[in-house]
């Protein structure tokens, strides 16, 4: 039986080939499910962290420049290159994980700093992640290729976009 494929409509054609390769380590619906919960959790603590990192002075006298909106600029410019329209998506989806960092700093509702809180999250989702994949019986991705940490998002993404229509 073959696999299930992204089908291309416009946009540039490698997005839909890291896509479908992603997907192929991807199939079971338990490791979907895993997925689906924590790779965002594993994004939001990834920003979480670096939003936490302290920063020169030089960067205090501008408002959200921190190591976080750095990377995070860098990332959504690496999805931009291959699709602008997942690219969109992930802005919106980043200004929802400045926006929990925010709502979780003002009042921590664990009594955890949010770099622990942040800590504790990511390596709990990483193991149901390592999880999914034993059920799934193939290895993450990101092994035969680091770059696979950031379409895990966008392989999220994707189907959301399909469901309501959009180009990816």
Partial sequence: M????IAEKGGNRRIFALLNEYGQSHQNGTNKLIHWIAVPVIFWTIVAL????????SFQSVPYLNWATIALLLTVIYYAVLSW???????????LCFALI???SSAPPFGLALWQFAVGAFVI????QFVGHKIEG???SFFKDVQFLLIGP?????????KL????
Avoid at 85 to 94: E, P, S, W
């Fill in 85 to 95: 329209t997942l690219a969109i998506g992930m802005v919106l989806f980043t200004f």
């Fill in 165 to 168: 229509g959009l180009p990816i």
């Fill in 102 to 104: 925010q709502l979780y």
């Fill in 125 to 128: 989702a990483w193991i149901f």
């Fill in 138 to 140: 193939k290895k993450p």
């Fill in 50 to 57: 670096l939003w936490v990192i302290p920063v020169p002075e």
């Fill in 2 to 5: 073959a696999k299930p494929q």
């Fill in 154 to 162: 966008a392989w999220l993404m994707s189907f959301l976009y399909r």
